[in-house]
């Protein structure tokens, strides 16, 4: 199974600090408006989990469109998914267009 590779828990963990990281300068802005006696460790926990949370949810929405989408075209996924930038620029807005009420889907 892929999921005993510890390579892809690796790569998991490292997308989940390559997000935190992209909100750095935001939570350098956060930091400075903050009131002294601001709960910090509560504020980090939050941030941090629900960061998490929300990749763990988009994970299920990306993969399930890519799962819609080789279904669609009777092959298997790894086939339509690619490891590169093509996923989220190519693979994913044709998968979109090809969903029941794409413009609805294409809005939010």
């Known amino acids: ?3 005993s590779n510890p390579g892809i828990w690796a790569d998991a963990a490292g997308q989940i600090f390559f997000s935190l990281s992209v909100c ?3 939570m350098t802005s956060y930091g400075s ?3 002294k006696d601001a709960p910090t460790t ?3 926990f939050i941030i941090a989990l ?3 949370t929300f990749s763990f949810f988009c994970g299920f929405a990306v993969f399930g469109i890519i799962g819609f989408l080789a ?3 009777g092959v298997s996924v790894d086939e339509v998914a690619s490891k590169s930038i093509t996923l989220a620029f190519m693979t ?3 998968a979109l267009a090809e969903l029941p009420g794409a413009n609805f889907w294409c809005i939010i």
């Open 71 to 73: 279904n669609k075209q």
């Open 92 to 94: 994913y807005p044709s």
């Open 1 to 3: 199974s892929i999921l």
């Open 50 to 52: 629900t960061n998490s």
């Open 24 to 26: 750095l300068g935001v």
């Open 42 to 44: 509560a504020n980090v």
């Open 33 to 35: 408006y903050t009131s």
